[in-house]
């Protein structure tokens, strides 16, 4: 994909860390209705100023509904701080978000697609910003060693209004990993990796971090 046109401008740049556990689940009940609703739970530390200090907190709750074997529809709320190195000034966010999530796998990989959108209510701006998100990642288990997967994925994020200014519509950031897979057990897996974030700022230098990320999936 492109980068915006004032990527090629001045650019802050940043090591991290990131550490992320999402536990999600069916309800596992007997009635048709309710053997169907899902819950997700993830919880995201993220660790910046070349991986010194707390700089990004994410809680994110939800429930789904399994529309097919497949595919699911969700809602949700999280809640985020953000501090430095991400901006200078630190904030807390409110968010209200849904995703389509469709996962279909096979002998040779795993493809998921995520579609998401969210409403951020960020502190002392009175204006509601409106994203959207769109996740593909692939998952390839080798061979010869069958717990071992390779992964990659790609997240486009989108502004879908003019939340600072006039000009914030429009690309916000993009997300590139690569890594490997482990399955720890039959409910666990862990993916390790590199991440590579480009956050387009206003008034800023834009921002490219180079991430060590480690994940945690539990599906009970």
Same mark, same amino acid.
Request: avoid cysteine; hydrophobic fraction near 40%; aromatic fraction near 22%.
């Given at each position: 994909m492109g980068w915006p046109k004032n990527a090629e401008c001045a650019i802050e740049r940043d090591f991290q860390s990131w550490f992320n556990v999402t536990a999600t689940g069916k309800t596992h009940s007997k009635d048709k209705i309710l053997s169907r609703v899902l819950y997700w739970l993830e919880t995201q530390e993220r660790i910046g100023d070349d991986s010194s200090r707390f700089s990004q907190i994410l809680v994110r709750p939800g429930l789904g509904y399994a529309l097919t074997e497949n595919l699911s529809i969700w809602v949700g709320y999280a809640w985020i701080y953000t501090g430095i190195p991400n901006t200078s000034n630190p904030f807390e966010e409110d968010r209200i978000w849904q995703q389509l999530l469709w996962i279909k796998s096979n002998r040779y990989l795993t493809f998921t697609s995520r579609t998401r959108t969210e409403q951020r209510f960020l502190e002392n701006n009175p204006k509601t910003a409106y994203r959207f998100r769109e996740l593909i990642k692939i998952s390839v288990p080798?061979?010869?060693?069958?717990?071992?997967?390779?992964?990659?994925?790609?997240?486009?994020?989108?502004?879908?209004?003019?939340? %600072?200014?006039?000009?914030?519509?429009?690309?916000?950031?993009?997300? *590139? #990993? =690569?890594? !490997?897979?482990?399955?720890?057990?039959?409910?666990?897996?862990?993916?390790?990796?590199?991440?590579?974030?480009?956050?387009?700022?206003?008034? %800023?230098?834009?921002?490219?971090?180079?991430?060590?990320?480690?994940? *945690? #999936? =539990?599906? !009970?």
């Open positions: 080798i061979k010869q060693y069958t717990k071992f997967s390779f992964v990659a994925s790609d997240e486009l994020f989108l502004h879908k209004n003019n939340f %600072v200014g006039k000009n914030s519509r429009g690309f916000d950031q993009n997300r *590139f #990993f =690569i890594g !490997f897979g482990y399955k720890i057990n039959p409910i666990t897996t862990t993916e390790i990796g590199y991440m590579n974030q480009y956050i387009r700022r206003f008034g %800023v230098p834009d921002f490219l971090s180079n991430i060590v990320s480690i994940n *945690f #999936f =539990i599906n !009970f």
